[in-house]
C-alpha cells in the first residue's frame, strides 16, 4: 500500500529537521574553537552567535583606538573568533552624549562603552548597563583598593588607573629639589613662585580631578590648594600633552595634574620628569560596560573576556601607555606602578557623579573661568 504525504507535511518535516539541526550545531564548538579556553568558558551557544554578529561596536577614547591600532585586535579577534571591532572614537564626554541620545530614541548602536568611571557611572544611573560577569578573568587579580568603592560591580569592570602627579624640567629642576611631599612646594615659595604650570581644575576637561583628590586626601585638604593658589600658578587649559610641551620647553619648572603615560612620546633625552610625592597620585579608574537590548550582545561577551585575560591587560598597557589595574603588570614608566608607589584616597562617587559644586569652589580659588 502506497501512502502518500501532503506536501505542506514534508516541508515542515524537512524545515522541522533543518532546525534541530540548526539547533544541534549552534550547541558545538567548532573544531577550531573545542579547545579555547574562551569558548568552553563561555560555551558553543555564544561562541557561535558572536560569529554570526559578525562585529562588536565599541565606543571610548584614544587609549581604545592605540589598543586596537597597535596590538592589530581586529586580526587577533577575526582570526581566532570570527568578528571584529568597529570602533567610534572620540571624547568620553561627547560619546556619553551620543549614547544617551541613542537610548532616547530606543536604538542602540553601540555595544561596549570603554571609557572614564564617571561617565559609565552615567548610563549604570540610566538603568541601560547589562549586568553580567565575564567568566575566567584577571578580574579577581586586580589590586583591592582599585576594586573597591564600584557602584556596580558586575557592570563597570576597571581595567586602567590614570594617575596624575607632578612633572619637572630636569634641566631647571635638581633631583635634590624634586618635592618629597607636595608641601614642600608651598612651604617654599621663594623657589616655586611663578615656576608652575597646572591643568585648570575648574572643569572636567582639566586638572579637577587631582585638585579634588587633594581636597579629600588627609594632611592636605582645601587649606593646601589655596596656599598653592597663593603661588600664581599658571592655568594651562586642555590635557597633559600641553602640560608636558610647556614643562619640556621650560616655560615652566614643575607641572600639576601630569600623567606619565605622556614622558614616552617624548624624544629620548628631553628633560622631563614624572615625580610623584609622599602623599600619592591622584587616580581614577577607567574600564568597560556592556549595554541592555545592544545588537550585538554574544560579540561583546566574547570581547569583554578576552580583554580581561592578563595577556590582553599587558598589551592594552603597551600599546596605550596607561597603567593597568594588575599588580604584575609591567609599567612604561616605573614611578607609575600603582603597586611600588603611594595613591591618594578615591575621589568620593558622589563627587565624580555631581562636580559642579567642586568647579565652583575652584573658581573662588583660581578665579571665573
Known sequence: MNFKLPFATIVGVAFGLATAIDAMAEDKLSAALANDPIAKALGAKVMNAAKKEGKVVVYGGTTTRKFIKRYKVNKKLEKRFGFKIEAVIGKNANLTERIKTEHAVGRLIVDVFSGNEQYANR???LGIVDSWLPPNTALDELLPWVKGNIKGKDQFFPITVSAQALMVNTDA???SEYPKSYWDIVNNPGRWKGKIAMRD????????WMMMAIKHTPGL???YIKKLAALKP???PGGSKRL?????????ELGFSGRGEFINDLPKGTPV???VPKEGFQWSRGGVVRFKNSPHPNASKVLLTWMLQFKQLQAYTDAS?????HPKIKVPVRQMSIKDYPNMPAIPVKNFANPDPFFKEMEQIFGIR
Do not use: H, M, W
Open 321 to 325: 601607555g596607561r597603567t593597568v589595574a
Open 173 to 175: 629642576v635638581k633631583p
Open 201 to 208: 581644575p575648574r572643569s572636567a576637561a582639566g586638572g579637577a
Open 234 to 236: 599658571v592655568l594651562i
Open 221 to 223: 585638604g582645601l587649606d
Open 244 to 252: 608636558r610641551n610647556v614643562i619640556a620647553k621650560r616655560q615652566f
Open 123 to 125: 548610563f549604570i544611573d
Open 273 to 275: 620628569e614624572y615625580v
